[in-house]
């Protein structure tokens, strides 16, 4: 069965530069998730878009902003980056985004920022 | 707010001996639960999900979660641990706000298995 697809797998960037990550969900899914995972903890719940508009905010920095295409693809955008951003960043999609309903997580894009 | 905590950060069993990975949840409504697995350098697999239609929930590759509303418990066990079962596991509950759902994970417990 057809996964959530995260492009790239790695990213290295320095200090001040910008990232873009791209999410593809699996296929009819209409929801997209993005969390951020640091070293060592628990992943932390940054946004989602649910049919294209924003549905959900959490601890996402001003810096990052994201987006869901007509195509259901999302996109984060990561500018000014600190080395705090380095981490493990998930993409997980659902189809609805109402209650409970099972989200489905890609391998994640690791940041490293130098 | 609605959260989980595992007990535990790290657990060693013998490879053949039961797992048991402990998760406490708050929530002033039926939770949605959820155990997720993470292998090393690998992304969050679903193991099991409870929706409030059975209290013993069983998921993949052997794993069973029981929803114990007494004991605000959704512990995750194993009768058997088999070597390839090493890896990271977060309990995590579903919280909708109105307009999506969201996780929330608690701080993982690392499952090691030994010979």
């Known amino acids: 069965a057809a996964g959530v697809i995260q492009s790239p797998r790695h990213l290295i960037k320095e200090k001040r530069e910008t990232a873009t990550l791209k999410c593809y969900p699996i296929?009819?899914?209409?929801?997209v998730y993005w969390y951020q995972q640091g070293p060592g903890q628990d992943p932390q719940f940054l946004i989602s878009?649910?049919?294209?508009?924003?549905?959900d905010k959490g601890s996402i920095p001003d810096r990052f902003s994201a987006q869901q295409f007509s195509d259901y693809h999302s996109e984060l955008n990561m500018s000014s980056l600190e080395l705090g951003d380095s981490a493990l960043y998930f993409c997980?999609?659902?189809?609805?985004?109402?209650?409970?309903?099972?989200?489905?997580f890609g391998p994640g894009t690791r940041l490293l920022v130098l | 707010a609605q959260s989980v905590t595992q007990l535990g950060s790290h657990v060693s069993v013998s490879e053949g001996a039961l797992v048991l990975l402990r998760c406490n949840y708050s929530?002033?409504?039926?939770?949605?639960l959820f155990w997720y697995v993470q292998y090393p350098n690998q992304g969050l697999q679903l193991l099991l999900k409870?929706?409030?239609?059975?209290?013993l929930v069983k998921g993949i590759n052997g794993f069973e979660a029981e929803f114990k509303k007494s004991e605000t418990s959704f512990h995750l066990t194993k009768p058997s641990a088999h070597m390839s079962d090493a890896a990271e596991y977060f309990c995590?509950?579903?919280?909708?706000?109105?307009?999506?759902?969201?996780?929330?994970f608690g701080t993982g417990t690392r499952l090691q298995v030994t010979l």
């Open positions: 997980a999609s659902s189809l609805g985004g109402g209650l409970g309903e099972t989200q489905y």
């Open positions: 296929p009819r899914h209409d929801t």
């Open positions: 878009f649910y049919e294209k508009m924003q549905s």
């Open positions: 929530s002033s409504v039926p939770p949605y």
């Open positions: 409870y929706t409030s239609a059975a209290t």
């Open positions: 995590a509950v579903s919280r909708y706000t109105g307009t999506a759902s969201k996780l929330t």
